[in-house]
């Protein structure tokens, strides 16, 4: 593998590992008032029942008294725990930050060591 492909393929892996990892599943206080007002259709949420049973679903609609998805509806008085999956900004900023320093060292190095030919075939 060339080094072009190589870099070509860093920085491919780099954009899909922040794409990726921007996202984290953030705990909500189980209180029906705070999960209501935090918990939005479409979040994609992680539900902890009672029973011990856990329910990860893509919510459709959002009442005084439940959540329902993928075809169940749960009360939150049946829910022991419940985090939505929620965007992080420092989780990004680290990501971003790693990325960056992951693409940009093979040329860093690459100039270290006297050379000033990335891409070149000749």
């Known amino acids: 593998m060339t080094a072009p492909a190589i870099y070509r393929l860093l920085i491919v892996l780099a ?3 922040v794409l990726g990892g921007c996202f984290s599943m953030q ?3 189980n209180y029906p008032l705070v999960v209501a007002e935090e918990v939005n259709v479409g979040d994609k ?3 902890t029942e009672m029973n011990g049973r856990v329910i990860e679903m893509e919510v459709e609609a959002v009442s005084e008294v439940a959540l329902t998805g993928a075809g169940e509806t749960i009360a939150y008085e049946d829910m022991s725990a419940i985090a939505v999956r929620r965007y992080d900004d420092r ?3 680290k990501i971003i930050g790693g990325t960056i320093l992951i693409v940009a060292l093979p040329f860093a190095l690459e100039g270290l060591a006297g050379g000033n030919h990335i ?3 000749n």
Request: net charge negative; proline share 7%; aromatic share 0%.
């Open 15 to 17: 954009g899909v590992t």
């Open 27 to 29: 705990e909500l206080p």
């Open 45 to 47: 949420v992680e539900i």
């Open 91 to 93: 989780k990004t900023a």
């Open 119 to 121: 891409g070149n075939v």
